[in-house]
């Protein structure tokens, strides 16, 4: 059997600790290319993505949510630790914040987040911004790079694969410690 986290791993063994078969349990770590996701200085092209992701608008804090709509991913719960987050600051500094969630705002599977974004934040100082466009890798990398940090909050996660993405390009997770997150 082959694990994705250590946690994973343990508890496999632990099931199976009246039945040892040594060898019969591997610990395989993600790999992800470094040359895919990296923090991006200095780049033309990122600019101008920036720039098109935050509508021309500048931003001091963005936190970035990349994950499917589904039930288990938590996607209301992301909108509201955000609200709540944003309700401890002054106006004027929650004005300058922006959650970016990407994934499909509406999904037969999931949630439908602006629905969710209309009955609990205000719009003028709650700001959420969905993006469910396919990006490529490059254009993906951008994306961690113009966040300051991935939050993810899930019930039942393997590893998170995104969350190590973001770390590779610099970025601070927020996530629950269960399943492989604790690894990262």
């Keep these: 059997l082959l694990c994705i986290s250590k946690q994973t791993k343990n508890l496999v063994e632990n099931v199976l600790r009246d039945h040892p078969k040594p060898g019969r349990v591997h610990y395989i770590p993600h790999g992800i290319d470094e040359k895919k996701y990296f923090p991006v200085v200095n780049d033309f092209e990122f600019e101008a993505f920036k720039e098109n992701i935050f509508d021309g608008k500048k931003y001091d804090f963005v936190v970035l949510w990349n994950s499917r709509n589904i039930r288990r991913k938590n996607a209301s719960d992301i909108i509201l630790a955000w609200r709540t987050f944003l309700d401890q600051l002054s106006v004027n500094q ?50 961690y790079n113009i966040s300051d940090a991935h939050m993810f909050f899930t019930d039942n996660e393997g590893w998170g694969l995104g969350l190590t993405e973001s770390l590779m390009t610099g970025r601070m997770i927020i996530a629950p410690v269960q399943g492989g997150m604790q690894d990262q």
């Design 94 to 143: 929650a004005k300058k914040c922006l959650l970016i969630m990407h994934t499909d705002p509406v999904d037969d599977n999931g949630t439908d987040l602006p629905a969710v974004v209309e009955a609990t934040c205000d719009p003028e100082i709650h700001k959420v911004k969905f993006d469910a466009k396919k990006w490529n890798e490059k254009e993906l990398n951008y994306l």
